[in-house]
């Protein structure tokens, strides 16, 4: 089956600690994207990657990283500089002309 | 302290109405438009898109109307089912170079048996 899979599902860090999220997918899309969402708000875009080894800032960059080193994969930094990293993260691929297909979603919670 | 969220607003449908989701998108060169469901816990799943050479799109139970001069897009969903309860979005882009698609906030759409 195609697809977009995030791991894992459920993640918890340690103040100070780095994480990092994965997403893979199989669809042999060229565009990758990392989406954070909040209690009762839309989807903000953190970093997106329109081909593999290169990817721009979105709208909330700071505070995350991420790598494009093979196209199925796009890997989310979360590291200790993000001072609010509680949220619900979500990957999305696409061809870059249609829609953005979305993964499960990966639940980080700060301790 | 105590931590207060935003609430999306809210459409509640009794079963088997039909149902119409409204959104205001902003950017006026955008030709591309999506909307998206999301259930509680998971991620938004694609439901119908439109482009902007055309008003009406159709699908299964679902019609996507695009206004271009007042920049407004709507979704229509026939005979509301319990299972077509969630938070909607709808997305827009201008497909040029380094595009990247625009989200609203989102409605809930809330179906009373």
Redesign the interface.
């Known amino acids: 089956d195609g697809g977009i899979t995030q791991s894992p599902k459920y993640l918890f860090r340690k103040e100070g600690q780095n994480v990092t999220l994965s997403c893979e997918q199989n669809l042999n899309h060229d565009a990758m994207y990392w989406y954070r969402q909040d209690p009762g708000q839309g989807l903000r875009l953190i970093y997106y990657s329109q081909i593999v080894n290169d990817f721009q800032k979105g709208d909330i960059a700071e505070g995350y990283s991420v790598s494009r080193e093979k196209k199925e994969s796009f890997p989310l930094t979360v590291t200790s500089a993000q001072k609010n990293p509680t949220a619900f993260y979500l990957c999305a691929s696409s061809t870059g002309l249609s829609e953005q297909f979305f993964g499960p979603g990966t639940r980080l919670t700060v301790l | 302290g105590e931590s207060v969220?935003?609430?999306?607003p809210t459409l509640s449908v009794q079963e088997g109405d039909n149902s119409i989701i409204n959104c205001a998108y902003s950017n006026s060169a955008s030709d591309?438009f999506?909307w998206?469901k999301q259930e509680s816990?998971?991620?938004?799943?694609?439901i119908i898109?439109i482009r902007s050479n055309m008003d009406k799109r159709q699908g299964q139970r679902v019609t996507v109307l695009l206004n271009k001069t007042v920049k407004h897009l709507s979704l229509q969903i026939a005979a509301t089912q319990p299972g077509d309860s969630a938070v909607y979005?709808c997305a827009e882009q201008f497909?040029g170079a380094?595009?990247?698609?625009t989200?609203?906030?989102?409605i809930t759409l809330s179906v009373r048996p």
Not at chain 2, 41 to 46: D, V, Y
């Open positions: 969220g935003l609430h999306l591309y999506i998206y816990g998971k991620g938004p799943q694609f898109d979005f497909t380094n595009s990247k698609l989200f609203g906030k989102g």
